[in-house]
């Protein structure tokens, strides 16, 4: 692929090596309990989205780094197995950036994050990468790096999509750089100071994003779907009943399926629907990249509901 190229969604953002135990339980401060056999996943909520758009279909760029060790072999190989160009991942003298993650028997997950080489992607990296019609961001690399890329991409006429996870502020210039703002309830919460618990308050929270700059929120609301709000309406779309194994991963298949099927020119309510459906089916295996539904999976999964 040449890099002169308009992709059709740029990823930049983080790579890591997820480090996966099952457990029966979380562990206690101070405890000790016996899991299962550990799984080194390839994970990165920027390398996860990239794949996750990929195998909906979508001409996908990955742009950030990656360690001079024995995990970014296994990250970039990865990549490149599921179609993602991967011309502008740097290798890093840092440490390939890692995931702690432990799933316990509801699925449910609990993660500590080694930043690694993703905490060194900076203005470079971001200059010298090819134009696209989505860009996807995170906040697994430096804000002021995210905010550049933002700054960049939106002068393009590029749709700026950010998934702000992990939770942390935002800064007033960023948000309104944002096209579609994608946050999960605790970190609605977090960037309003309002309390987000059901489907009223996630609305009036997304509310209150608008006022500053946002276009559209999309609301991540688990096993209750999503809730769309724009300036003139709020529109909850109910997800789907699937049997829960691993929650890794579900809210960046959400964001691939949701920026891909925008790229079909589906309404954002399809778009939304679509996602939920990404979503649920990657809830249904553990890890995260190999948990992400292909095209193909999703559209059988969609006919049988």
Known sequence: MSDTQKYDIIVIGS???????????????????????????????GANQAVASARQGANVAMIGRVGKDNFAPLLIENLKSNNVNTSHVAQDDS??????????????????????ANGKVDFHDIDSAPDAKILL???????????HAARRYKANGTTVILNPAPARQIPEALLTLIDILVPNESELSLLTNMPVTDVKSAELAAQEILKRGVKTVIVTLGSKGALVVTGTQATQVDTYKVEVVDTTAAGDAFIGGFASAML????????????????????TKLGAQPSLPTKEEVERFMSLQ
Do not use: H, W
């Open 137 to 147: 961001l995170q906040f697994e690399i430096p804000m002021d790096s995210v905010l």
């Open 15 to 45: 790579l890591n090596a997820d480090l996966v135990v099952r457990s029966p339980r979380f562990p206690q401060p101070g405890e000790t309990i016996s899991g299962g056999d550990l799984l080194t996943i390839p994970g990165g909520k």
């Open 95 to 116: 440490a390939t950036g890692t995931a702690i993650i432990i799933v316990d028997a509801n699925g449910q997950n609990s993660i500590v994050l080694s930043p690694g």
């Open 264 to 283: 079909n020119n589906k309404s954002l309510e399809e778009s939304v629907r679509y996602g939920c459906a990404c979503g649920a089916l990657a809830t």
